[in-house]
Nanobody, 126 residues
Framework: EVQLVESGGGLVQPGASLTLSCAAA????????MSWVRQGPGKEIEWLSS????????NYADSVKGRFTISRDNAKNSLYLKLNSLKPEDTAVYYC???????????????????WGQGTQVTVSS
């Protein structure tokens, strides 16, 4: 059974940093492209970042480029997202997903990714 379990969310002030983690099980993690996706309150799904199996080719949405950093540890079957300079508009549930960057036609379609975690809440507020 494929399992993705996120952790590391919380309530932080603007400008703060967080590191989200995702523990993966039930599939060959080291050869899987993985992504982080978020959904803010009242908003559609937003793809944030993807990374290839080897961990050396990251991709980022323009909205988070330069602030967020994706990484992975295949020895630990884990995916990470470092969030820096957080803004109130970053408030969302953050999901770890199996799959890569979606084409425009699937940008807000959950079906593009083949597995989802339960999500971790990030709230940015003063």
């Amino acid at each position: 059974e494929v399992q993705l379990v996120e952790s590391g969310g919380g309530l932080v002030q603007p400008g703060a940093s967080l590191t989200l983690s995702c523990a993966a099980a039930g599939f060959t993690f080291s050869t899987s492209i993985m992504s982080w996706v978020r959904q803010g309150p009242g908003k559609e799904i937003e793809w944030l970042s993807s990374i290839n199996g080897g961990g050396n080719v990251p991709n980022y949405a323009d909205s988070v480029k330069g602030r967020f950093t994706i990484s992975r540890d295949n020895a630990k079957n884990s995916l990470y997202l470092k969030l820096n300079s957080l803004k109130p508009e970053d408030t969302a549930v953050y999901y770890c997903t199996r799959g890569g960057r979606p084409p425009t036609s699937f940008a807000t379609d959950r079906r593009w990714w083949t597995a989802w975690g339960q999500g971790t809440q990030v709230t940015v507020s003063s």
